[in-house]
């Protein structure tokens, strides 16, 4: 494989010296981009988007090509796992994803598939070599997955959910059920991660979107216990250098100690967080990625700029930081904003690495 020409990602992840803080925005590859639009349509839907590796390698290299970015990451879903478990994934126009089957009982669970990432999954690892070729080293690419928990969450809930009713019916009603399902997922991911890291990916993120629905003893044990599980079964070197794992929970700014005891090498924050408090907690621990909310990126130049730079003055010297959104990026941001965003990331974050 190509030598890194910008490994700054890795390093920060790691909390290893860099020049200027590394920047890379969650679903930069997507919906926001007129460029994915022309590609989503030549695929006809989304999963035949994903499930053809020519042109997710084409969507997963569009933003570096519009913007000087620190990462790319592998364009797919957090649902293809479910996918190919056999509960087949689809998506409605404006409703979100579904699935044609959903988890009610243990014989749905005993029917799930355990996969092998070469075969149910091969199109995603077959994307991942290609990525890797045709980035010849600019950048890191980032493979991930989603958490047990929330793959949970769809499969039992049939596809998205606000008030997660029939999960949590599951949780307080038939726990164990639960955990065999979790139990399930984890070697799964484990398998799916361990496939995208021997293709080719440089680092690892666990997208654990639904976690902060749960209480603190919940999330521990439905959520945080498994990803635990799925950290110490990856493989944490790949090619002669360390793979980092970060771990991502939306509305977890309560458990950060919890998290960064998982052995991760990272921590995502959401933007209802202060990213100062989070560095105080576990800063010595784990670095941090993140927080700014996505929905700055509506805003003016002036106030986009202030924005980075109340940031890096919260996180202050030092590495340890890559710079984020707090979630992904929303479709309807004008597509020049994150050109102001990254570029005031590298040019205002230079100060605090001297």
């Avoid at 493989?235 to 977890?252: A, D, H, Q, S």
């Avoid at 030092?318 to 941001?333: E, P």
């Avoid at 994150?338 to 100060?351: K, L």
């Amino acid at each position: 494989m190509n030598e890194l020409k910008n490994d700054r990602y890795l390093r920060a992840v790691l909390r290893q010296p860099v020049d200027v803080t590394p920047v890379w925005m969650m679903r930069q590859a997507g919906r926001y981009l007129p460029e994915y639009q022309a590609v989503r349509a030549e695929a006809g839907d989304f999963m035949s988007l994903c499930r053809d590796p020519e042109l997710a390698c084409q969507v997963t290299l569009q933003p570096l090509k519009r913007y000087p970015l620190d990462a790319a990451i592998l364009f797919s879903d957090i649902l293809t796992i479910p996918d190919a478990m056999g509960l087949e994934l689809y998506f409605t126009p404006g409703e979100g994803p579904k699935f044609r089957s959903s988890i009610t009982c243990k014989a749905d669970i005993d029917a799930l598939k355990i996969l092998d990432p070469e075969q149910e999954l091969g199109y995603v690892m077959d994307a991942v070599r290609l990525i890797r070729r045709e980035l010849n080293g600019a950048v890191p690419l980032i493979g991930f997955s989603g958490s047990p928990w929330t793959l949970a969450t769809y499969m039992i809930e049939g596809g998205s959910s606000k008030a997660f009713t029939k999960i949590k019916k599951m949780l307080y009603c038939q726990p164990q059920l639960l955990h065999q399902l979790l139990d399930k997922l984890t070697y799964n991911v484990i398998e799916y991660l361990n496939g995208q890291i021997k293709a080719g990916a440089q680092a690892i993120m666990l997208f654990d979107t639904w976690g902060g629905v749960l209480t603190g003893s919940d999330y521990k044990q439905f959520s945080l216990f498994y990803m635990h599980k799925i950290i110490d079964g990856l493989y944490r070197e790949n090619e002669g250098r360390k793979v980092p794992i970060t771990l991502f929970t939306k509305g977890g700014g309560q458990w950060l100690e919890a998290i960064a005891g998982t052995g991760c090498d990272a921590i995502g924050l959401d933007w209802t967080i202060n990213i100062a408090d989070a560095r105080r907690r576990v800063g010595r621990q784990v670095a941090l990625q993140g927080n700014m909310d996505p929905a700055i990126l509506y805003a003016c130049a002036t106030r986009i700029k202030q924005e980075v730079k109340s940031i890096l003055a919260d996180f202050g010297q030092g590495s340890g930081h890559v710079f984020n959104l707090g979630h992904g990026i929303h479709q309807d941001i004008p597509p020049e904003n994150p050109a102001i965003f990254v570029n005031a990331v590298h040019s205002f974050s230079s100060a605090y690495h001297r």
